[in-house]
């Protein structure tokens, strides 16, 4: 077996050292779309009165999916904690892929984390943890935490954060949760301080972080939010709200 050093290590080699909230990698143009609006096919309805928002598996890819597992249409989002549009995407659009596609049983949603940062490496390790029921939740919270998990970051002691970049590989993760602020966000959904530094340390966990990246190197995303629909890749660019750029693609795979 692998020590956790070396996973950990080629995971913070794959996304590199230093942590950016200036923006986050996109496509650099959004395309003119112009296909005509068109209604939705009907809902298929969820087995035994329950909700298809409740229906959440792991993927053999290692990503998270919520909806109906027969649904018509597959959406792939690769997001990344650490990344202001996918904090953005997730409160402004999210709310309406949820309500209008996936609960009706037309459009099941697979989130992929692409790491970009050992902080964001470190928030995802402890976000999956709990398994995929307890996932969606807990993002949709992580996201809101952003901006005043970035101040803090922000305004750590530079000698600190050389510090721990010097730690060894096992033990930065913690240390890295710490700078954040983020140990009693974690500790108030079910991960005890003892919880959350045995996930930080799961080399079964980080080889998934890895394989991941590894996926996405393959198709061609280059950053985030990028998402996929069907296994196409879709171009959305920051000129106006991803979830508009988006939707017409849904509806257009669901004719």
Partial sequence: MKKVKLGLGAVLLLAGSSFMVSGCHKAAKAP???QQESALPAAIPAP???SWTDV?????EGGFVMGNPKAPVSLIEYASFTCPHCADFTQEGFPKLRDNYIAKGLVKLEFRNLVRDPFDIALTLLARCRGPQTFFPMADQL???QKPMFERIQNADKAELQRVAGLPQDQQMAEYVRLTGMNPFFGNR???TSAQNKCLVDQ???KTLMDIRSI???QNVTGTPMFLINGVLQEVGIGSPIWDQLEPSLKAALQ
């Fill in 32 to 34: 003119a779309n112009n």
């Fill in 48 to 50: 035994n009165g329950t």
């Fill in 56 to 60: 959440v598996a792991a993927s053999p």
């Fill in 143 to 145: 996201f809101q935490e």
């Fill in 190 to 192: 079910g991960l005890p």
């Fill in 204 to 206: 079964a966990a980080i």
């Fill in 216 to 218: 996405a190197d393959k």
